[in-house]
């Protein structure tokens, strides 16, 4: 069984550009959820789904992004006008409802 | 006063020793008590997960919990170079809603040969 996969796993943008970052979660798992990890600091949550509707996004930072899991399975998480700040591991979990959270490898965004 | 909270550390155990490690939270309405282990450059993996008052073994791990005193701690016994990681703890339920995890800083870890 294939553990979450996240993609691409390290990415590199210029200041201004937009950014997409891959999820796949673990097959049948309903929730999925994206956290954001700063260096020396725990995940910090942004957005959670079940299936597709997005139930909680308290977290995400900024109107810049923006979440989706158009289908229940797949989600991409959009980042626009990258800013200096918004380098950091971006992690996706998924889990059954109410279960264990599983994290995929994380993807490691650097903005220049 | 953070959600939850640990020692950054790093606790340094000789091998063999038993590690203990702990983690306050501010919710008393948290219901679901996670620790992670997370190795440098990597993601979080799940090693105990504990929801009731008492005690919980899994091979070399225990992990403890006491709600009245919004304490939940990890022991690691016959500790080895390879526990040497960051051990997050992370807590879901009450007002942080049922489903999000809210994780401490995480404590670092290291083992002595």
């Known amino acids: 069984g294939a553990g979450v996969s996240q993609s691409p796993r390290y990415k590199v943008a210029k200041r201004g550009q937009d950014v997409a970052l891959r999820c796949d979660p673990i097959?049948?798992?309903?929730?999925l959820f994206w956290y954001q990890q700063a260096l020396g600091q725990g995940p910090e949550f942004l957005t959670y789904?079940?299936?597709?509707?997005?139930?909680?996004k308290s977290g995400l930072p900024s109107d810049r992004f923006f979440a989706e899991r158009p289908e229940g399975s797949v989600s991409t998480l959009k980042i626009q006008r990258t800013q200096q700040e918004d380098s950091a591991v971006y992690l996706c979990?998924?889990?059954?409802?109410?279960?264990?959270?599983?994290f995929g490898p994380g993807t490691r965004l650097t903005v220049l | 006063q953070k959600e939850v909270e640990q020692n950054s550390g790093p606790l340094s155990v000789p091998e063999g020793a038993i590690a203990s490690l702990n983690c306050t939270y501010s919710d008393r309405g948290s219901q679901s008590f996670f620790w992670y282990r997370q190795y440098s450059g990597k993601s979080p993996e799940l090693i105990m997960s504990?929801?009731?008052?008492g005690d919980k073994e899994d091979g070399r791990f225990t992990a403890q919990l006491n709600k009245a005193s919004q304490y939940v701690s990890l022991l690691i016994r016959d500790s080895q170079p390879s526990d040497s990681a960051t051990y997050l703890c992370?807590?879901?339920?009450?007002?942080?809603?049922?489903?999000?995890?809210?994780f401490g800083t995480g404590t670092r870890l290291l083992v002595s040969p």
């Open positions: 097959s049948g798992h309903v929730s």
């Open positions: 504990i929801y009731s008052n």
């Open positions: 979990a998924s889990s059954l409802v109410g279960y264990e959270q599983f």
């Open positions: 789904f079940q299936n597709e509707a997005q139930l909680d």
């Open positions: 992370a807590v879901n339920g009450g007002n942080t809603g049922f489903q999000k995890l809210v």
